[in-house]
């Protein structure tokens, strides 16, 4: 069990997990708000207001229970298990997203979404640029935008 | 699973029943999940893809892409003292076809991000206290979750 720092890092490393095991790799995520009245919160709470000293007072009372958002790619098969926790709403949007888009290792589509994206909007803009100047170097400025595209994707090549 | 995949409409509309239900009652849990569908819905004969004993990384480049499951459970197996089955255990579950996997986590983030209302809201207080007088208004709005 890796406890991983930042949502990045485990998006990235459960993408790489995903496309090794894509098909007993799974997903869970738990969003759990605690029961303020159960005994091991309580004693939670405590001994967080042991540890701070003076300011028992302040820490002991949380009148709203603080929820947690906990992800997990676990792989029974080699039993890798990576983990994120975070309690930032702002991170809700963004790690949903991650998910669609390690869902994509999932379902054995390859991988572009964004970077297709990008690549049209870059293909799209050096075209324009480019016809006003002259329509010959149009041709070879689309390969050259798609190949900065493909080298921003990194490792996702291997698979196929 | 005794009950039949939902549609992503129903899906939805219950996971965010179940959310609501989960703040209102106080405290819980909720679990998703998403993994590769390797079992063929329409019949009970088993898995489509069949390992091939020659190629350990058969599972690397199946023919087409596959289906994800996405299953949603309020986690509430068990009940009571006894922690006899609890036949009210809230089990949602749909499938997502390859084509529609951004539309679908499109929606699923709105979802999440309109539902989890229990996490922390973003602190705004800190960084704007070095702004100037504007941070003492929005301070103020900003620092209760």
Request: hydrophobic share 35%; aromatic share 4%; with cysteine.
């Amino acid at each position: 069990m890796v406890l991983l720092e930042t949502s990045d890092e485990w998006q990235r490393q459960s993408s790489l997990l995903l496309q090794a095991r894509p098909t007993t790799a799974r997903i869970t995520v738990k969003y759990n708000v605690p029961n303020l009245q159960s005994p091991k919160v309580q004693k939670a709470i405590k001994r967080k207001g042991d540890a701070e000293g003076g300011k028992k007072d302040v820490a002991a009372a949380p009148a709203v229970p603080k929820a947690v958002l906990c992800l997990k790619t676990y792989d029974p098969e080699s039993g890798v298990c990576l983990q994120f926790k975070t309690d930032r709403a702002a991170e809700v949007g963004r790690l949903i997203t991650g998910l669609g888009r390690l869902g994509r290792h999932m379902a054995a589509l390859p991988q572009k979404t964004e970077d297709a994206v990008m690549e049209d909007v870059a293909a799209v803009e050096s075209t324009a640029v480019q016809d006003q100047a002259a329509t010959t170097t149009t041709d070879k400025a689309q390969p050259g935008a798609s190949g900065a595209g493909g080298g921003g994707k990194k490792k996702k090549k291997a698979k196929k | 699973m005794a009950k039949a995949h939902l549609t992503h409409d129903q899906f939805f509309t219950q996971l965010s029943a179940l959310l609501t239900a989960t703040h209102s009652s106080g405290h819980g849990s909720i679990h998703l999940s998403q993994k590769r569908l390797t079992f063929d819905t329409t019949s009970s004969s088993g898995p489509t893809t069949d390992k091939i004993p020659d190629d350990p990384l058969w599972d690397l480049h199946p023919p087409e892409p596959l289906p994800i499951l996405v299953r949603a459970t309020d986690g509430k197996s068990t009940k009571g003292e006894k922690r006899i089955k609890n036949p009210d255990k809230v089990k949602l579950s749909t499938v997502v076809k390859p084509d529609e996997i951004e539309a679908f986590f499109a929606r699923y983030a709105e979802v999440c991000k309109a539902g989890m209302a229990g996490l922390k809201k973003r602190d705004r207080s800190k960084r704007k206290k070095g702004k100037g007088k504007k941070g003492a208004v929005g301070g103020e709005g900003g620092t209760k979750a």
